[in-house]
């Protein structure tokens, strides 16, 4: 998504341990009209695949997960990170491994909420190494439901995530894929 | 909202310690047309005090908060519960209790993003004793803005933190508030 990549190139900027900052319209200032395009663009890459849930992770894949549920005319589920107070139901668990942290967290949603008739839509923000998005297909899978493929808004491709789900079958399309960054600023995107 | 209420009283349960599950449609499973149409109503509250900017506090107010931003045309900025690596710029910080959790936990948000022409429109999911909202104007105080008012989805009326705020003169629009309920699933709203 041209667009995209021209945002990240005017507004991003690259910070040590491959830290990509789209903090100005993606992860903590929201542009709500930006993203309901991106939610558009998600729409048109997957309405031929029928999905029927939009299935994300907190916190900051839930604005992208909106837009394109409202665009796709599906509801959308968040996974939580932590086993809160007012999940009281029997929940799908599965345990996520964050390189930037150096830790696993255990990640839930409640079992209401996906079965075996669903066909799935994974979103969330970044793709990196994958293991949110390994998380949420893993938790799809318990709840027997089809996951029909994966939309982020920004791929790192050089840490092979995204890739190694596409290797594996599976339909992940992201709107920028970043091939290479450095700390100067400049970065590289792939040809889709 | 007359259609809010209804789905409360349909899919809503009420839980031992002042818990109103709204999992289903509001914060774990999102029924995202429905949320929109929240999101609409809000701007039609709050249009005519020319908001330039939602603010929100992760998680579960994003999505409402997206749906606002979308009808008014304005972007949202979303406070963070705590500093994570990809907020390096100055940050407002300000201190929220949580009787839920029986703790204080730091609340931040970049200072790039909230600036002193910014009139703030203040969106969460619930309101109960209004603590996370005074964090959220505390914040905005702190930017020199204008916090022209707040909505939310659902006000426990009984927690009274709606009413302590419009006692200081805030403008605070609650889509459904709930006056009293009971373990039996009762559930009595104020009328609007």
């Not at 990240?8 to 903590?28: M, W, Y």
């Not at 968040?78 to 007012?86: E, L, R, V, Y």
């Not at 982020?152 to 960054?181: N, P, W």
Request: proline share 2%; net charge negative; aromatic share 8%.
């Amino acid at each position: 998504m041209k667009a995209l990549e021209e945002k990240i190139v005017k507004e991003g900027a690259v910070l040590p341990g491959n830290i990509l900052k789209v903090n100005s319209f993606l992860n903590h200032r929201i542009d709500a009209a930006f993203i309901m395009e991106m939610g558009e663009e998600i729409a048109r890459l997957f309405y031929e695949d029928k999905p029927t849930l939009i299935f994300t992770i907190e916190t900051s894949g839930i604005a992208i997960a909106m837009a394109a549920a409202v665009n796709l005319g599906i509801p959308l589920v968040f996974a939580k990170k932590h086993k809160s107070g007012n999940l009281s139901g029997d929940l799908y668990k599965t345990t996520v491994h964050s390189f930037t942290h150096g830790t696993d967290y255990t990640v839930v949603a409640e079992k209401n909420f996906i079965n075996e008739n669903d066909r799935v839509l994974i979103v969330d923000d970044f793709l990196a190494n994958g293991k949110a998005l390994e998380g949420l297909i893993d938790i799809v899978n318990q709840a027997g439901a089809v996951t029909v493929g994966a939309a982020t808004a920004i791929e790192k491709g050089f840490q092979h995530g995204g890739d190694a789900l596409r290797e594996k079958g599976y339909k992940v399309c992201s709107l920028a894929i970043v091939d290479s960054m450095d700390d100067s600023g400049n970065i590289t995107f792939r040809q889709q």
